[in-house]
């Protein structure tokens, strides 16, 4: 076994109890609104503060990046599928740096 396996196998074991055992303890509860609507926005800014970074430099040119993000935002705001809203970031990226 290579280390990367192994090491794959470690985080496997350390991340599912938190993934499977709210399952068990919270099937029949529901939680307080206030606890709900806390983890709802933590969990989007989160994600948002881990992709953000990379979006910038995903191409290599800060104009097409720009150009994607911008085009993704404005088809998420608007309620657009996650498939629409990837294609038209990636595709507004991939003209942007062709211009």
């Given at each position: 076994?290579?280390?990367?396996?192994?090491?794959?196998?470690?985080?496997?074991?350390?991340?599912?109890?938190?993934?499977?055992?709210?399952?068990?303890?919270?099937?029949?509860?529901?939680?307080?609104?206030?606890?709900?609507?806390?983890?709802y926005y933590v969990s989007y800014a989160v994600?948002?503060?881990?992709i953000f970074p990379d979006i910038l430099t995903?191409?290599?040119?800060?104009?097409?990046?720009?150009?994607?993000?911008?085009?993704?935002?404005?088809l998420a705001w608007f309620g657009r599928d996650?498939?629409?809203?990837?294609?038209?970031?990636?595709?507004?990226?991939?003209?942007?740096?062709?211009?």
């Open positions: 076994m290579t280390k990367m396996v192994v090491l794959s196998i470690f985080m496997m074991l350390v991340t599912i109890p938190s993934r499977i055992l709210p399952i068990f303890f919270l099937s029949d509860r529901k939680l307080p609104p206030v606890v709900n609507s806390f983890l994600l948002g503060a881990l995903s191409t290599g040119d800060i104009l097409s990046s720009c150009a994607g993000a911008v085009t993704a935002l404005i996650i498939i629409i809203v990837l294609a038209g970031g990636i595709l507004a990226s991939y003209l942007a740096h062709l211009l």
